[in-house]
């Protein structure tokens, strides 16, 4: 198993940037323009990319105390095992951390993920401070 971990500083109260990460089924906004839709029925979101991949993911938790989403793509290409949590943490006054946490099997699918979650944290950060 691998891991990719990627912490990135945000200009907005931590409280700002859970209330936006909190809204599972609204991920695209926050997100955009990686993704370009996303829509949530039940415990599964289906999110769809920028570059035309479609993936089903089940959202395990969405702990409001932790400030904390835990997720895992049903379908992604390539992937045996994924498991992603992304969280947000109390930095000081206006200022948060966003932490993304992303397990996955095979190894060698890095190559590939990690652009994309980098590209993900890049649009979180813009769209966050942006508002």
Partial sequence: MASIHIECPVAVSADTAWQALRRVGEADGLFAPVLTAAELRGDTRTVHFQNGLVLHEQVLDVDAGR????????????????????????????????????????????????????????????NLEQR
């Fill in 67 to 126: 400030r904390r989403v835990a997720y895992s793509a049903l379908d992604s290409p390539g992937l045996t095992f994924h498991h992603a949590s992304m969280q947000i943490l109390e930095d000081r006054p206006g200022h948060c951390r966003f932490v993304w946490t992303t397990d996955f099997m095979p190894a060698g699918a890095a190559s590939a993920l990690e652009p994309l979650i980098q590209a993900g944290t890049d649009a979180l950060k813009t």
